[in-house]
């Protein structure tokens, strides 16, 4: 009738009651919590507090004395704390005798003003351990705040398209029935027609996103407290950025110490992060910052601190202002890590230069730009001089290039030349002599690292960081990092065995230092070893605690030792001759599977990797370097550790064990403090030399009786 057939009638009225009923049900499908940052930081602030009543409760309520009260009354009655008056009632108060009113509520007064002062100086640190219940709601006010950001637009998008829909549903209602089709128009009842066939087109598209976005927020929404804290061990580099973005109470170092005058002008510099897809801390952006304005910079950053981060945000603010040309030149040992982290932390082109394929890729990378990475061995293998000029040179893990007269420096210091701005980066500014970081700081600055050398700088600390501050820019954990669980480092002093004795008064009389430092595993009977055996016990007593262990070692004999001894819960071994992306496969097992160890080679384990899943470090004989250990440490205690972590140091009493102990402990010291507050100590010698060998190996041959064999090395 009038061109409206029953039929059509009856899928009009199905359609129409279909869009009705989807209009009924689609706020709850469409039901999506927001939480804006007001929302965080009142539960950053209950964080904060609990952790601030933690500390009032080791405060003797004497502090709250003063105006009269009587104090013995109060602790008599049980109020023993600051956090004992700060949870009782003003009427719970002034029933003590000799408490009244008036002096209940100054009480009380006086505890908050000491809890908010608390508050301000702690940090946000996430125990993943006992799991407190207001640190729970945070980092699930955090993880949903990720989670469902990316459903906002679709979210938007459905509502706008429900709501085309619902007109459409509107303009079929005049066809749903014999009588509305008789009094509506012709026009009307075409229209009508043509909604109807819209609506069965689109309601069933419609309908599946609804239910697309209903159980993706429902699942993101009911997450188990088991997921969430598990989902925080894997990322909890990135929620405490996100935390320390909204309260960067922890961060008051972020500046390194500079001048106040350079800090500020850093400070001024308008970071662009439209390419970046990373959440920086507030002292990544004052790195990045720093390099920007700077040009040519030293960054000294402690390991663990997220240099690369900074360096990749340096690189996406100039690439928006317009760069186009950025190289990466670092060891192979981190190849893999800057090619992961660059895409994944910004929206720049990423071209591996490296391997069969480098002169293609090194020209396509000149034609069409973005960050090349390579290594410090390919660079002198390009052909620099057809290659536009750098708008950042990065050069990771500077401290290769400390030798003026490597091939690998003379390389840098070519692309130096071709380099607009520059970057050197190090954990490790000097690692034997303290000169090393004044050479550095000569590959961008030769006047600057002339005046450094000046008798009148050199052996003046303070003029010798106001003289280098332009250039060098060091931030330690304990700056900025107060988040960190703890440290703790143990000493596991070894017996030896008959035959690790035995052994050991072998490599006396040959004279071998390096057969020394390998004693319990020279002789390799495992059973026997005495080092052996405690490492197998401190790796079984983290499997059962659900911790993952590294172990090191600087001899490759040993290294195959604690494979072998490890067996299934070792992971793989990690050694120089490990390709980098065999390394990268290891490590990632190491992470994700369930075995529990990791066994490395200090010298190659120890650079350049992220393995903070770890949370337990072995060392199966003490290092010549004390950046050695501190490197390999820092690979489990960096930002993104949620655990304490635990360093072990297997040790041999009544061995050159303890000789080199003893002097790694006491050097560690004077070029620790070197290096955090850039001071030029008056020192030149390498940490352990030939000299020191000699005199630890002399003072053992006299404690052990031993007669050294004649004309034997060392």
Request: contains cysteine; aromatic residues 4%; charged residues 25%.
């Amino acid at each position: 009738m009038f061109g409206i057939s029953a039929e059509l009638r009856r899928r009009a009225r199905e359609v129409v009651a279909r869009t009705r009923e989807l209009e009924r049900t689609s706020p709850a499908m469409l039901e999506c919590p927001s939480y804006t940052n007001d929302t965080l930081m009142a539960d950053i602030n209950a964080v904060l507090g609990a952790r601030a009543t933690e500390l009032l409760a080791t405060i003797d309520v004497e502090a709250l004395a003063g105006g009269g009260v009587r104090m013995g009354e109060l602790t008599a009655a049980g109020f023993r704390t600051v956090a004992d008056v700060l949870a009782a009632s003003p009427a719970l108060l002034s029933q003590v005798p000799g408490v009244g009113e008036r002096s209940a509520e100054t009480l009380l007064r006086r505890a908050q003003a000491a809890h908010d002062e608390a508050m301000l100086g702690c940090a946000v640190h996430l125990d993943a351990e006992g799991r407190p219940a207001e640190q729970t709601a945070l980092l699930r006010s955090l993880y949903r705040q990720e989670h469902l950001q990316p459903v906002e637009q679709p979210i938007e998008v459905a509502r706008a398209w429900l709501g085309r829909l619902s007109q459409d549903a509107d303009q079929a209602t005049c066809i749903t029935g014999l009588v509305r089709t008789i009094v509506t128009s012709r026009e009307m009842r075409e229209r009508a027609a043509e909604a109807v066939t819209r609506l069965e087109s689109e309601l069933p598209l419609l309908t599946q996103k609804l239910d697309e976005i209903s159980l993706y927020v429902l699942g993101v929404i009911s997450v188990s407290t088991d997921e969430l804290w598990g989902h925080f061990e894997l990322h909890a580099a990135d929620y405490y950025a996100r935390i320390s973005a909204l309260a960067p109470v922890a961060e008051r170092e972020r500046t390194g110490r500079l001048p106040e005058g350079l800090a500020q002008q850093v400070d001024a510099v308008a970071l662009d992060t439209t390419l970046l897809r990373a959440t920086l801390r507030p002292y990544q952006v004052f790195g990045a910052q720093y390099a920007v304005l700077q040009e040519r910079t030293l960054i000294g950053d402690e390991m663990g601190l997220g240099k690369t981060v900074e360096a990749i945000a340096a690189m996406a603010h100039l690439a928006a202002q317009g760069g186009t040309h950025f190289m990466v030149v670092c060891p192979l040992s981190v190849l893999l890590n800057w090619e992961r982290e660059v895409p994944r932390h910004s929206a720049l082109r990423m071209m591996e230069v490296y391997g069969p394929d480098r002169d293609l890729e090194f020209v396509r990378w000149c034609k069409e730009g973005g960050v090349a990475i390579t290594t410090y061995e390919t660079t002198q293998r390009l052909p620099w001089d057809t290659a536009p000029k750098l708008d950042l040179l990065v050069v990771d893990e500077a401290h290769y290039v400390k030798n003026p007269e490597a091939k690998r420096t003379r390389a840098v210091v070519q692309l130096l030349g071709r380099s607009r701005r520059a970057m050197l980066m190090t954990g490790t500014p000097l690692e034997n002599r303290v000169g090393e970081m004044t050479a550095l700081v000569s590959l961008l600055d030769a006047p600057l690292a002339q005046e450094l050398m000046a008798a009148s700088v050199a052996h003046n600390p303070v003029a010798y960081r106001r003289v280098v501050a332009p250039r060098y820019l060091r931030r330690t954990r304990e700056d900025v990092l107060a988040e960190l669980p703890s440290k703790v480092e143990k000493t596991d002093w070894c017996v030896m065995s008959d035959a690790d004795r035995n052994d050991y008064l072998e490599a006396l009389r040959t004279g071998s230092f390096a057969d020394l430092r390998r004693v319990g595993w020279r002789h390799g009977q495992l059973q026997e070893s005495a080092k052996a055996v405690r490492l197998r016990e401190l790796v079984a007593e983290a499997r059962s605690s659900g911790r993952k262990v590294l172990v090191y070692t600087y001899f490759l004999s040993t290294l195959s030792l604690v494979g072998q001894l490890l067996g299934d819960d070792c992971a793989g071994m990690i050694s120089g001759s490990v390709s980098a992306a065999e390394r990268q496969r290891i490590m990632d097992e190491f992470v994700e599977g369930d075995r529990c160890a990791l066994a490395c080679q200090v010298t190659s384990g120890g650079q350049g990797v992220n393995l903070q899943a770890a949370s337990v470090v072995i060392f199966c004989e003490p290092q010549l370097k004390p950046s050695a250990e501190e490197q390999a440490v820092a690979r489990a205690y960096r930002m993104g550790q949620v655990r304490t972590v635990v360093v072990h140091r297997l040790l041999m009493a009544d061995t050159v064990d303890e000789r080199i102990d003893e002097t790694l402990r006491a050097k560690a010291a004077v070029f620790g403090e070197y290096a955090q507050r850039s001071e030029m100590a008056e020192r030149a010698q390498d940490v352990v030399d030939q000299r020191t060998v000699r005199k630890i190996v002399a003072a053992e041959l006299a404690r052990h009786g031993v007669e050294r064999e004649a004309q034997q090395p060392l």
